[in-house]
């Protein structure tokens, strides 16, 4: 089968999420599959141009896969005629600029979020882009984790009847540092590094709400830093100056029969102790049936099969309640997030496929975390405007 190439310059890939997630796991495992099927029998071969700032990391790396294509200058990479698509995986404080760079130089977009520090560069990155006439694309992974997948066919399917709530709980415990090395890298600890748990989850909240449950029409959030001194990856200490937890309460208009004001209440924390299921889970509750949704699971309670447990604080409970949820089947094969979100994207570039996760939606989520950081620093709820000039 004949191959067409696609040159993507991928900026970032030393870092965690651009390695094992975009490079390994997307670009490389694409590939390893003999490309991406093409509508018209061929299949696309990603041809891929590493950037980064160290040379001798890019190297190791490259040789590591077999690759030979890297440069330490974005410039030169995006002045080349044979790549088409600049993705960043960067730090988020690099991003903007380094976007600004890729429009300019007429490359489709393919980003990380949060795609710009502030709701003003994100916006204007959109515009830029749409007057450039490129394609764009935000990477929204957790659209495409099985257990969203799974919750997401469910209010489709209308099992819920009129939703009422939603309850997320996301985090885990990262090591400060000192007598084990952390598991995130020290700059999303740092506020003027770009750091802080509401910049970095609440792009996350707004696209899984907004896709799923219809548009977030306001935001009510406390943050705290709840952990003030870490440890970075050279062993030194520092003042952790970002948020690491975020509660957050998010209003919903949903559209449809069904439709009304919808609650979202999401805590995201680096600085709690798991004693769920999975690292991040929420639950729906409707007047026909309830759900809760994880990375990978989904179970649901039927209004016809819910228990009727009684408040009796002086008898010892006797039900088990999580054995009273009835999973939900797969019902098809759920390949890697990220990677099915890669050949989306790259179906829109060469086919003009659909695709709506793009620059817009990244500045949605942009500003849901700067209105989110607004109503924790002013103490009040804050409508969200729809953005103009979409
Ligand atoms: N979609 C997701 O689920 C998800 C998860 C985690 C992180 N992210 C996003 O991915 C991006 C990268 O996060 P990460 O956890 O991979 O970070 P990381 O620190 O592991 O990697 C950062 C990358 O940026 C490069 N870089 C460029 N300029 C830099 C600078 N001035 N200082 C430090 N590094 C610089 C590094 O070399 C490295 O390749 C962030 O924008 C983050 O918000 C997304």
């Not at 440069?71 to 991003?95: E, G, H, M, N, S």
């Not at 400060?176 to 609440?202: K, L």
């Not at 009835?326 to 179906?347: C, H, I």
Request: aromatic share 10%; with cysteine.
């Amino acid at each position: 089968m004949s191959r067409t190439p696609i040159g993507i310059v991928l900026n970032g890939v030393t870092g965690r999420m651009g390695y094992r997630q975009h490079l390994v796991r997307s670009l490389l495992a694409i590939r390893d599959q003999g490309g991406l099927p093409l509508a018209d029998g061929t299949r696309l071969w990603p041809e891929l141009v590493l950037v980064g700032r160290n040379e001798n990391k890019l190297r190791e790396l490259a040789d590591r896969h077999g690759l030979t294509d890297w440069t330490t200058d974005l410039a030169a990479a995006l002045a080349r005629p044979d790549t088409r698509i600049y993705f960043d995986a960067q730090v988020t404080a690099a991003r903007e600029k380094a976007l600004r760079l890729a429009i300019d130089a007429g490359k489709h977009i393919y980003t990380e979020k949060p795609t710009a520090e502030d709701l003003a560069g994100a916006v204007d990155l959109a515009r830029l882009a749409d007057a450039a006439g490129i394609k764009h694309g935000v990477v929204q992974d957790k659209l495409f984790l099985p257990g969203l997948r799974k919750l997401d066919r469910l209010v489709k399917g209308g099992f819920f009847g009129r939703i009422l709530s939603v309850r997320g709980e996301f985090g885990y415990w990262v090591f400060e540092g000192d007598w084990q090395p952390a598991q995130r890298p020290s700059w999303n600890y740092r506020a003027a590094d770009g750091g802080g748990i509401t910049v970095d989850m609440f792009p996350h909240w707004h696209y899984v709400l907004e896709q799923i449950f219809g548009r977030v029409r306001s935001v009510t959030a406390h943050v705290a830093t709840h952990i003030d001194r870490r440890w970075d990856e050279t062993g030194a200490p520092y003042d952790a100056t970002a948020d690491d937890a975020a509660y957050g309460i998010f209003e919903i208009d949903r559209p449809g029969p069904d439709g009304g004001r919808v609650v979202a209440q999401i805590n995201s924390s680096w600085a709690v102790r798991v004693y769920r299921d999975e690292l991040v889970e929420f639950q729906v509750d409707g007047t026909e049936g309830s759900a809760v949704a994880g990375l990978r699971h989904c179970r649901v309670q039927h209004r016809s099969t819910t228990p009727k447990p009684v408040w009796n604080p002086d008898l010892p409970a006797t039900e088990q309640f999580r054995d009273q949820w009835q999973p939900v089947p797969d019902n098809e094969e759920f390949d890697n997030g990220f990677k099915a979100q890669w050949e989306l994207f790259l179906r829109h570039v060469v086919e003009d496929t659909p695709y709506s996760w793009d620059l817009w939606a990244g500045a949605r989520g942009v500003q849901l975390a700067e209105l989110g950081l607004r109503s924790a620093r002013e103490g009040r709820r804050i409508d969200i405007p729809e953005l103009t000039g979409e």
